[in-house]
Every structure is written in C-alpha cells, then in structure tokens.
C-alpha cells in the first residue's frame, strides 16, 4: 500500500509514518517545515519513504503526490498549545481551512481518476471542548455545542468536509480525533512565544513537555496553570499511530469517526506529582503555584473509546509513566543541545 502522509514532519506524524513503514507500505511525506524548523527523523533514509518539502495549501502539489497512492492521512495544520490558540486566533482558522480545501480537493480527484481509496482526517478532541457528556462518546459531537476556540471549531470544519466530501462527491473518509498525544518529538515550535513561567522562560505550548522542562530546570515551586485539577487522558504517540494506522484498511473504519485514547484520567495536579517524582525521586516534597489558566483551558476532557475497540479491535494501553521515561530522556538531550 502507498501512503501519503501531509504534515509529515509533525509530532504524530512522526510515529505514524514510522508505524507505517514498520507495516511494510511505501510512505510519501510532504512538510514545510512550518512549526519546528528542519527536524530530522531516524526513516529519512527508508528506501520506502520519500520526503518532498513543500506547502500542503498548494492542491496542486498534493493532487501530484497523491499519484499511485491507496490511502491519504491528512495531517498537515497549523497547531499549538492553549497560547497559541490565543495568540494565533484568526491564522490556525484562516491557515488551516485552506490546508484543508486543499487536500479534499485533491482527494476528491485522485479518488475519482486514480486509485485513491480513502482520506484519513486527522481531528482532535478540542472538537468536544463544549461537551457535557463524560466520557464522551463520537456521537456528541453533534449533540454539544460548537468549539468556543477558533481551532476547535476549524477542527470540526474538517470533520465537514469529510462527510460534504462523501455525500456529493462519494469520497469514503474516516475520521481521527486523537486525545492528549505524549512522546518524543515535540520541541521548540517556531511560532510559539517564549512567556514566562515562574523563574522559567520557556516555549513548550504543551502540558506534559512543559512539566517535564521546568522540573528538569530545577524550578521549585512548581508553577501549573489553573487548579491542577482540571482532567485529561495523556494517550502515548506509539498508541495513537497504531491507531490512526489501524483505520486505513479496515472495512468498519470507512465513514466513521473514533475517538482514540488511553482509558485512564489524570489531573494536571496528578501529572505535576508524576513527573516530579520522576525526576527527583520520593522524598523531595512537591509544592505548586497556581497560575492564572488561559480561557480555552478546557476543565474535563473524558472520551468514550468503546467504539475503537468494538470496531477496530484498537486499545491504547502505553501506561503514563513509560511515556514519562521517553519524554524525559528526550526533554533532557534537547536541552544539551540548546534546543529549548
């Protein structure tokens, strides 16, 4: 099977395209280099991959690259943490529209004059930031009021386009939304302006590598956002590729949308502990400062992942603090090398 993956160069996109090659298919990755600058990625070389550098807003582009491919994971947008979403507001709408209008209309082509079989959307869960229902099932999604966040609400366009896509022009698609991804991988983002935590000056628009940055800087209080009680489901990179990867061909994953996600919920305030015991051991007592949160800091993210499992026979099962260890390591080489 031939594969295009846009964004490749992504975080996810970094575990996908390797589960991709680990299952044998021939991998196209197209990426601008957009967010982190130039990153390298251990498959560069794979004699079954093929980087094009380039802009995923160029149909053209896309439409050329999706020659000869079988499948398509759209994951090229413009992404970032709860600053970003502010600082960024009108950019990840405007930006990330057309990135998408770009890759369904080149879909739409391939799949009606060549042999594309399906697009694979990439969503999120920020599309259930107004939910009530917890955990929260697929389905809410059109129950729940519409994302308050611009990215929220760009992310459920996508889920539009998929299904305008496969009324009008019979483009079978699945949708992805993965929850709360944690790895190796996500560094410094060109984008994202450095603020001040604390003691620490810092540019990590994510929870788990800011944690694990500001401990490892030797910060004591630690400073969180909001209560620290507010609620997530930390799924492991590893997990959300076998996943997305498990949907390509299975015949129960065309026209439908998964949520894909470990099933265990954790605070902010159980993660700062983790982390920090972590690294410093059992014995160092753990005190917070409480900063305030951002408006788009959603309070309970809770998905129901019965589906993925019914269906898909998929279970994210990577225990938070083996994501821990690799973060960590990957935390700590970053900052040897300036990185952040």
Known sequence: ??????????????YVVERLLEEGHEVVGLDNFDKYGRVARGYDGHPRYRFVEGDAKDSG??????????QFIAMAAKIGGIAYFHRFAYDLLAENERITAAAFDAAIDAHRSDRLRKITVLSSS???ENASEFPTPEDAVRRSPPPSSTYGFQKLACEYFARGAWEQYALPYTIVRPFNCVGAGEGRARGDAEILSGNIRLALSH?????VYKTLQGQDPLHILGSGEQTRHYTYGGDLARGICAT?????????????STTRKTSVRELAETVWRKIH???RPLRLVHEPPFPYDVQTRSPDVEKARRLLGFEATTPLETMLDEVVDWIRAQMRLGRV
């Open 248 to 260: 390509l061909e299975h015949p129960a994953a065309e026209n439908e949308d998964f949520n894909l």
């Open 281 to 283: 051991g059992p014995d």
């Open 207 to 211: 929870v788990v590598p800011d944690l």
């Open 61 to 70: 582009l896309v439409r050329a690259l999706l020659s000869g491919c079988d």
């Open 126 to 128: 920020m599309v259930f």
């Open 1 to 14: 099977m031939k594969v295009l993956v846009t964004g490749s160069a992504g975080f996810i996109a970094g």
